[in-house]
């Protein structure tokens, strides 16, 4: 029962995370706005964290695998990919890089020793 | 046996025990060529290649699984609360970061498939490259790409950063988990994320926070970023 409880509590967010994006039409996914909810309850105090910590950590220790129907789906589009495979593969690779380092760089603490700074 | 191979039981239990065993073969060797998810993938598809079944029936029968990316999206809520407070610390500096980033993303991802002869349309669907699938298929919609091409490219673009992005960001010498979370999670989503959360709760909740960031961002900026760089290239 505790199981069903916390995987409820977090539909219950993505069903009001996509309300809200249809009802603004705003151009992101529910998901997302559910997860800014999330963080807004738990720092208001509403929900506790113990409320949805195991179904939490179920979900995103096996996210990975959700996305694999999905890229399955990559083989509808091997014609394309087979044509364009250049522009494709070289953009994609050098710009994946590009934003790593742009925003690892640009956020990272200049304290070098921050692991023993707490 | 025709029945079979085209149940719903037959292909939600082949996506499991593929991810099972590519698992066991990853952690066993522990290459980084070796990613599960992408073995996963390439093994499927083999499968269903050889046995005729049309994706749209794969697709249809595992929406089971997918269906769970939603709620774990959610999920990612939990580690980033854990954080508020390095978060709250570092706002500007964060969205600075991620402002650029999200702009450098779209910016190079065109320039480059331009400079090598990519089409209108594969620009148009590698632009949102770097968000999270719902997002990129959205963007990609609106600006005239082909959003299920986004989506493949989109996986794609997780598995490499999944693959790669922990080595590059020690190549890099950043060692702060908050800049590796934020750096991984902007460039490669989810499925970035899903890898480096394997290291611990902060580098899931700046994975968590750069996936959300970027995907805000890149829905922002991209539309009108793109219309003025084929207005200029062209």
Not at chain 1, 1 to 26: P, S
Not at chain 2, 173 to 178: A, E, L, S, V
Not at chain 2, 195 to 205: D, K, L, P, Q, V
């Amino acid at each position: 029962m505790k199981a069903i409880k916390q995987i409820t509590i977090i539909l219950a967010f993505w069903l009001a995370g996509e309300a809200i994006t249809i009802l603004t039409g705003l151009p992101v996914p529910g998901s997302i706005i559910g997860m800014i909810m999330l963080v807004a309850t738990l720092e208001l105090k509403w929900i506790k964290v113990d409320q949805i910590e195991k179904a939490s950590n179920f979900l995103i220790e096996n996210m990975a695998m959700f996305f694999i129907p999905a890229g399955v789906g990559t083989m509808c589009y091997f014609d394309i990919l087979r044509k364009e495979w250049l522009p494709i593969s070289v953009s994609v690779i050098v710009s994946i890089f590009i934003v790593m380092a742009v925003v690892g760089l640009l956020s990272q603490s200049k304290n070098k020793n921050h692991e023993g700074n707490n | 046996m025709k029945e079979i191979i085209s149940s719903p039981l037959f292909h939600l239990t082949i996506t499991l025990l593929f991810y099972i065993l590519m698992r066991k073969l990853y952690i066993r060797f522990n290459y980084s060529f070796l990613n599960p998810i992408l073995l996963t993938i390439v093994g499927l598809i083999v499968i269903l290649y050889v046995t005729g079944i049309p994706y749209e029936a794969y697709s249809q029968n595992t929406k089971i699984i997918s269906f769970w990316l939603g709620p774990s999206v959610v999920a990612l809520g939990l580690p980033l609360y854990l954080n508020l407070r390095k978060v709250k610390k570092e706002i500007w500096k964060i969205l600075l970061a991620m402002t650029t980033g999200s702009i450098a993303g779209i910016v190079s991802v065109v320039l480059i498939a331009w400079s090598l002869g990519g089409s209108r349309e594969v620009m148009l669907s590698l632009a949102p490259k770097s968000v999270t699938t719902p997002i990129a298929m959205e963007i990609s919609h609106q600006i005239g790409g082909i959003p299920p091409l986004t989506a493949a490219i989109v996986i794609t673009v997780g598995i490499f950063g999944a693959m790669f992005g922990m080595s590059f960001m020690k190549l890099l010498r950043i060692k702060d988990p908050k800049a590796i979370g934020l750096g991984v999670g902007a460039a490669s989503h989810g499925v970035g994320t899903a890898w480096i959360s394997h290291h611990g709760r902060e580098y899931s909740a700046f994975g968590g926070l750069g996936m959300a960031l970027n995907g805000i961002l890149t829905a922002l900026f991209t539309p009108s970023i793109v219309h003025w760089m084929l207005n200029w290239l062209h």
